[in-house]
């Protein structure tokens, strides 16, 4: 019996394109995998961002607990609908008090919220001047906003003046992250608020990395350098690394928290974050006031690593806050390094293409408070150990 002719739509898998990039990625060594760990794991973790170790803090993990007992495991909605609570009120002014600004924003992520400033302080008309080395989130909080977006080279207060000077009495919005996160370096803040001083346009600074690092106590990066609750900044923060819950917030003046409570669509169309996470990150706050030696503790131990690594002959640039970053020779080698220290029991992170530029593949350790000096020692030892030739 002939075979009925097939329907030209089985032919056609509009999928196809994605196995083609899938095996482009495998060539070259690049491929992605989520690897669940467990709750308790036995390996020495250097490779989340719980920087000052509070996300087991039982004083922590209760109040996210209680939290969820009491308000539910969501929030149930938009923040402007049913999605705040009185925690979520309690966070945004004990956030805003902590890191000396006026007033905050909580979102769901530190993502959404530089989504939220990005694009409520900046849209179509502005310019926006950004560090080439900023965060994707910046990156893609600049595309959402439809501004003309001018990247400059990273860590050069001279070209953001440059590039200001060029538009004269153009509305700009100057962005930087305070601690780049895969190589660990400090932004010239006071440099970069000199030359936004200058040319009359708004600072937004992300300090995902410096909240609960840098700074009296952990206030900050933009505490650190003078900057906090000055006219014209905004700091973005995330509550999922040194405050070990989950969410974000904007801190500025009073009137930007409003102007992005009516315009910031990444705030307005998504859930509100769980008031679980809103609980943590207040208890996480709670420690830090009572506990102000930790983030010099976290720095102390990045400081420790970075020593051990150099002394060796690898190349490590030189920690500003809590991010070790030890370059590897090839994104294989890199690879094949983290394996080894997991093989050894040393969870690391690894960096290479497209997250980073060719040519500097590299492991991402992070320092925690909480790691005692021989952990630091057997941490140094394990990637020393398995360290790949050149
Ligand atoms: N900014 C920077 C510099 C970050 O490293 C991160 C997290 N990787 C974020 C923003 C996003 O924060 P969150 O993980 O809370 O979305």
């Given at each position: 019996m002939a075979q009925a002719p097939r329907d030209p739509v089985d032919r056609i898998?509009?999928?196809?394109w994605i196995d083609e990039e899938a095996r482009h990625r495998a060539r070259a060594g690049l491929v992605r995998t989520l690897r669940p760990r467990g709750a308790a794991s036995e390996l020495l973790d250097l490779?989340?961002?719980?920087y000052l170790g509070l996300t087991r803090r039982p004083e922590v993990a209760r109040a996210a607990a209680d939290a969820a007992l009491r308000w539910g495991a969501g929030a149930t909605g938009s923040r402007l609908v049913t999605g705040s609570t009185r925690l979520h009120a309690e966070l945004e002014r004990e956030l805003a008090a902590f890191c000396g600004f006026e007033a905050a924003l909580v979102l769901s992520s530190g993502y959404a919220a530089n989504l939220a400033a990005v694009t409520a302080l900046a849209g179509r008309g502005a310019l926006v001047v950004s560090d080439a080395a900023n965060h994707a989130s910046i990156v893609d909080g600049c595309r959402l906003a439809r501004a003309e977006t001018a990247v400059v080279p990273h860590a050069d207060p001279d070209a953001v003046h440059k590039t200001l000077q060029a538009h004269p009495g153009r509305r700009a919005l100057v962005v930087t992250d305070s601690?780049?996160?895969?190589?660990?370096d400090a932004a010239p803040l006071a440099g970069i608020a000199g030359a936004c001083r200058e040319a009359g346009a708004a600072l937004l600074v992300d300090d995902a990395h410096g909240l609960g690092v840098l700074g009296d106590g952990g206030r900050g990066a933009p505490y650190a350098a003078g900057l906090a609750g000055a006219p014209g900044t905004v700091a973005t923060v995330t509550l999922s690394k040194s405050l070990g819950s989950q969410g974000g917030a904007v801190l500025g003046p009073a009137r930007v928290v409003e102007h992005l409570v009516n315009t910031a669509r990444p705030f307005i169309f998504d859930t509100g974050l769980a008031p679980a996470a809103a609980a943590g990150a207040l208890a996480s706050l709670g420690v830090l006031r009572r506990e102000p030696h930790l983030p010099a503790r976290a720095r102390a131990v990045a400081t420790e690593l970075h020593r051990r690594f150099t002394e060796a002959g690898l190349t490590a640039a030189r920690p500003d806050a809590a991010v070790v970053s030890v370059r590897a020779p090839s994104p294989e080698a890199a690879v094949r390094w983290a394996a080894d220290c997991r093989d050894a029991g040393l969870l690391v992170g690894c960096f290479r293409p497209p997250s980073v530029p060719d040519g500097v593949s590299r492991l991402r350790l992070t320092a925690r408070a909480d790691l005692t000096d021989r952990q630091v020692a057997a941490a140094a030892g394990t990637v020393l150990a398995t360290a790949p030739p050149g």
């Open positions: 898998d509009p999928f196809d490779a989340g961002n719980d601690v780049f996160s895969v190589d660990g």
